[in-house]
């Protein structure tokens, strides 16, 4: 048997061998089993100790050194994965560090708070008022403290000594120089020139003349100036007074003082009659006559002018962007004596929440009222805090929706939540066109309808006309995310309001466009914390799950060699196995006696589901008599504990009755949508079931874009401190009797139809007169001019819909037929007659 031969060394190391059997060790320096000739082998013998000397010796603890990339002045095997910009080993811990509960990131202003820590809930109520929330998870919260987040704090009477004082008090370490000198520039700026509604004008008005001298000096402001004088007008600044939101424990308090106020009054005007000589009246007279010379005294000037209305936010972007001088629109509404009352009051029995007075504290702070921003969780009651701003004001209010059933439920609301004459409440859309009797109400109305440029029939204008021509105390603005900056733009064009308000449960846009609701409408006010509110019993404590489908066999073939993204979407839609896995949940949750919202975006899948199932189902072109009819079954008949909708009721359906949620279809990666749909069944259930007492099931087919797209529409929920539990299994299913598609010959019934199916079937739902719908405007063809207008979400332009760019040839006739190729005979033959039609043309031009 011939002697084995050593593999060669390489760099102080055997090389790898080549063998079909598992590797065996290799002796380094034992030689006795060679008895090569080789001279190559020989000479690496030679030089393999000397090389391994090297080794040895550059790993001796005491030569050792670090590799370059590795090395870190702090001696820890985790440095080297942080950039060196982003290092910040060398700030020092306060000593009491451990109770302190919130660290401060001097690159980008971001707040990282510990909820853990003793005094978190005091920094948590300080927070909110500086910093916008990026992110509130069980364990930390993620704040970003921005221009925006730092007026509204102003607005509401903190002072930039009292931000610095709270972020030294709650900071583990010195507050960082530059986050200091960030504070003191903003705040500064803000609050010195405000933007007033008087007698259908618009005035910038600000208590230093020298600040207005300075702003028509821009040529942008001067621009938009009405008058060309150059004076300023002069007058008494109003006075600011305490205010009492209704609703709360404090407006309860101060209505009993005041009838008690009342009673003793009556008492004492009983009493003066039997005071002949006017004593009583004389001490009023004079008491009156030195409060007013007091008020005289103390009384500031305020300095105004007037710009054209049809440029406020030319002015307002300008202001804010390049001048740095945020202009405030406040109302003082108490002093407002032009514009008529209107009566209306919270009924005696409503009491609102605790976060709800917060919120309108921050738009009342200053006894005036501010023009912002609310953000609360769907279910946790936006809608009463928009009536109760309108309570609180007392003046004509309006309220712009994104559709006509929003338009009613809020009408309803109104009627339920106060106690407001029925005939001051109007709604303006497409269906109704009411108008208001008295000098002073409500009217509600579409974003559509007040923003249409086309000509109106003789109703609509007479109503336009009224919107128009009278100022408005109050505006509400409902979902207001989805108003895209050009349309809000020509909403306060028309209409002549004193605030804004504006509420959503998402202030989320798939484009960096939401940013301009700074200036259009104002400062983000109060935004929720939603794992809390859950905590606290106010909304549903969720389960949220994410179900893997996987794709069977022949639909995923399908799937793999599908040209179009319509067509690979509805093949996982209709994948059997998450029609099985829906079909499952539905019956679970039944048995349990839960009330169950199947969505799907997509049309055929749904009613396919549906009436696969013997389930009532809702889409856009389903007729207002049957919806109610559905509705109302759903709601009140134990029969009816599952429907099928499509995305018209993202939005627009208040279903409290609602405890399980199944998507089987979605709008791609809209994290607002995902939000939107857990808010159908966030109200608070009539139920105490220990634990979670609603449940959101996300069906995914598995290995497809659906997962991609699943992951982006999470981000938001997670960020709020919602947790996705996977599931690939569920348990049970196999054993379900008259399971839908369990053999062959189903599944490939149903891939027929899917595959006969046109490519427009796989599109998202159309929802006529919805002009915030997230869809993909139809591709029909229309007659007339090349160039059209559509309405559509600006998440659409970023992405969010299957759009595609695709060239075109303007200049072609589109209708006529492209050359095809010809037959030589038949060329030559054309050939021969353009040469005798010309020579006939040459014989006859010389005759």
Request: aromatic share 8%.
């Given at each position: ?587 679970f949750h039944e048995r349990r006696g839960d009330k169950v919202i199947v969505f799907s975006d997509n049309v055929y899948a749904l009613e396919k589901y549906a009436k696969g199932m013997t389930k009532p189902y809702i889409y856009g072109d389903t007729g207002q008599r049957e919806r109610e009819i559905v509705l109302q079954n759903f709601q009140q008949n134990d029969a009816v504990s599952t429907i099928f909708l499509s995305k018209i009721g993202d939005t627009s359906l208040d279903l409290p009755e609602a405890t399980c949620l199944i998507q089987i279809s979605s709008h791609y990666g809209s994290r607002r949508q995902e939000a939107q749909r857990l808010g159908r069944i966030l109200r608070a259930k009539r139920r105490n079931d220990e634990g979670f007492n609603a449940f959101f099931y996300s069906l995914v087919s598995k290995d497809t874009n659906e997962m991609y797209y699943s992951s982006k529409r999470q981000a938001f929920l997670v ?129």
């Amino acid at each position: 048997m011939p002697a084995k031969r050593k593999a060669p060394v390489v760099d102080g190391r055997a090389t790898k061998r080549i063998a079909s059997g598992a590797a065996t060790p290799i002796s380094m320096d034992g030689d006795e089993e060679y008895d090569g000739t080789s001279d190559e082998f020989d000479e690496e013998e030679r030089q393999a100790p000397r090389k391994y000397d090297k080794v040895v010796q550059r790993y001796q603890p005491a030569t050792y050194q670090k590799p370059a990339a590795a090395a870190s002045s702090h001696g820890d095997a985790a440095s080297h994965l942080f950039k060196s910009t982003r290092n910040f080993f060398n700030e020092t811990l306060k000593p009491d560090h451990h109770l302190r509960p919130l660290w401060i990131d001097p690159a980008n202003g971001k707040v990282v708070l510990e909820t853990f820590a003793p005094s978190f809930k005091q920094a948590q109520n300080f927070l909110i008022n500086i910093a916008e929330p990026q992110s509130r998870t069980t364990n930390m919260h993620e704040y970003t403290i921005s221009p925006h987040s730092l007026f509204a704090a102003v607005s509401v009477g903190l002072t930039e000594q009292d931000i610095i004082r709270d972020l030294e008090l709650f900071s583990k370490t010195k507050v960082p120089a530059n986050i200091i000198d960030f504070v003191h520039e903003v705040t500064q700026s803000f609050g010195k020139v405000r933007l007033v509604l008087k007698h259908n004008k618009y005035f910038v008005e600000s208590n230093d003349a020298s600040v207005l001298q300075m702003l028509l000096r821009d040529p942008v402001i001067s621009s938009t100036r009405v008058d060309d004088t150059e004076d300023l007008q002069t007058d008494k600044a109003a006075k600011k007074g305490n205010l009492t939101i209704q609703g709360t424990a404090q407006a309860r308090a101060d209505k009993e003082a005041m009838q008690q106020a009342e009673a003793a009054q009556k008492r004492d005007e009983e009493d003066e009659s039997d005071d002949e000589f006017g004593g009583r009246d004389a001490e009023k007279t004079m008491t009156e006559f030195l409060r007013e010379e007091e008020d005289d005294e103390d009384t500031d000037l305020v300095h105004s002018f007037e710009i054209d209305g049809n440029q406020i936010q030319k002015v307002q972007e300008h202001c804010n962007v390049k001048l740095n001088l945020p202009l405030t629109e406040e109302y003082d509404f108490r002093a407002d004596d032009i514009n008529a009352n209107l009566d209306i009051d919270l009924r005696p029995n409503v009491q609102i929440r605790y976060y709800q007075e917060h919120a309108l504290s921050k738009m009342f702070g200053n006894g005036r009222a501010r023009s912002g921003i609310i953000v609360l969780p769907c279910g946790a009651g936006k809608t009463l805090v928009g009536i109760t701003a309108a309570c609180t004001v007392k003046k004509s209010a309006i309220v712009l929706c994104t559709s006509a059933m929003s338009a009613v439920q809020w009408k309803e609301e109104f009627k339920k939540w106060s106690n407001i004459n029925p005939d001051d409440i109007a709604i303006f859309t497409s269906g109704e066109k009411e108008s208001l009797r008295e000098k002073a109400g409500v009217i509600i109305c579409t974003y559509s309808m007040v923003t249409q440029n086309t000509r109106r029939a003789h109703d609509s204008q007479k109503v336009m006309d009224f919107i128009t021509g009278r100022e408005w105390g109050l505006m509400v603005l409902d979902e207001v995310h989805v108003v895209p900056a050009e349309m809000f733009r020509r909403v306060t064009e028309r209409i002549k309001t004193h605030s804004k308000l504006g509420l959503t449960a998402t202030l989320l846009r798939e484009d960096d466009k939401i940013k301009d609701l700074n200036f259009l409408i104002g400062p983000k006010l109060y935004e929720a914390n939603w794992l809390q509110l859950s905590e606290e019993g106010h909304i549903a404590r969720v389960q949220c799950a994410e179900v893997w489908c996987p794709m069977t066999t022949e639909f995923y073939k399908e799937y793999l060699e599908a040209k179009t993204t319509n067509k690979r979407s509805l093949l996982s839609t209709m994948n059997p196995r998450k029609y099985q896995a829906c079909q499952f949940l539905i019956d679970f949750h039944e048995r349990r006696g839960d009330k169950v919202i199947v969505f799907s975006d997509n049309v055929y899948a749904l009613e396919k589901y549906a009436k696969g199932m013997t389930k009532p189902y809702i889409y856009g072109d389903t007729g207002q008599r049957e919806r109610e009819i559905v509705l109302q079954n759903f709601q009140q008949n134990d029969a009816v504990s599952t429907i099928f909708l499509s995305k018209i009721g993202d939005t627009s359906l208040d279903l409290p009755e609602a405890t399980c949620l199944i998507q089987i279809s979605s709008h791609y990666g809209s994290r607002r949508q995902e939000a939107q749909r857990l808010g159908r069944i966030l109200r608070a259930k009539r139920r105490n079931d220990e634990g979670f007492n609603a449940f959101f099931y996300s069906l995914v087919s598995k290995d497809t874009n659906e997962m991609y797209y699943s992951s982006k529409r999470q981000a938001f929920l997670v960020d709020q401190g919602y947790a996705f539990k996977v599931i690939t299994h569920l348990n049970g299913i196999e054993r379900m009797p008259n399971l839908a598609f369990n053999t062959q010959q189903e599944r490939m019934t149903l891939l027929t139809d899917v595959l006969l199916q046109n490519d427009t079937t796989g599109d998202v739902e159309d929802i006529k007169d919805d002009l915030f719908s997230d869809r993909n405007v139809s591709r029909a063809k229309k007659k007339g001019s090349g160039v059209r207008r559509q309405a559509g979400t600006l998440s659409s332009l970023a992405g969010g819909d299957n759009m595609a760019y695709m060239e075109h040839d303007k200049g072609r006739n589109p209708n006529k037929a492209l050359a095809k190729p010809r037959n030589t005979f038949f060329k030559k033959n054309a050939a021969a007659q353009a040469r005798r039609a010309k020579a006939a043309k040459d014989f006859a031009d010389q005759v």
